[in-house]
Nanobody, 120 residues
Framework: QVQLVESGGGLVQPGGSLRLSCAAS????????MGWYRQAPGKQRELVAA???????NYADSVKGRFTISRDNAKNTVYLQMNSLKPEDTAVYYC??????????????WGKGTLVTVSS
């Protein structure tokens, strides 16, 4: 049906940068919105950033000015550029997509997650 492939996670030093990617493929007619969530051990999952098909964006206060979300509609891919990373950014990051399938069903899909660790 639909696959979400996340990449770009890893270990980075405080103050460093990392770029996450999430590519959607399969039974897709259109993508309405894509976003990134994160969850640290013992904490609630939270929305980090989201972007609509019209490129409107929304960010958590904790990442404003440091993170940038963008998308390539032709590739059904969303990116999260993370700069000035802090240890508190350490979490599993999950891609989320709201889409319409080729048979015109509205669907919501989650990626399996990619781990970002910020440590010296």
């Amino acid at each position: 049906q639909v696959q979400l492939v996340e990449s770009g996670g890893g270990l980075v030093q405080p103050g460093g940068s990392l770029r996450l990617s999430c590519a959607a493929s399969g039974n897709i007619f259109s993508i309405n919105a894509m976003g990134w969530y994160r969850q640290a051990p013992g904490k609630q999952r939270e929305l980090v950033a989201a972007i609509t098909s019209g490129s409107s964006t929304n960010y958590a206060d904790s990442v404003k000015g440091r993170f940038t979300i963008s998308r390539d509609n032709a590739k059904n891919t969303v990116y999260l550029q993370m700069n000035s990373l802090k240890p508190e950014d350490t979490a599993v990051y999950y891609c989320n997509v709201h889409l319409t399938t080729r048979d015109l069903y509205g669907m919501n899909y989650w990626g399996k997650g990619t781990l970002v660790t910020v440590s010296s």
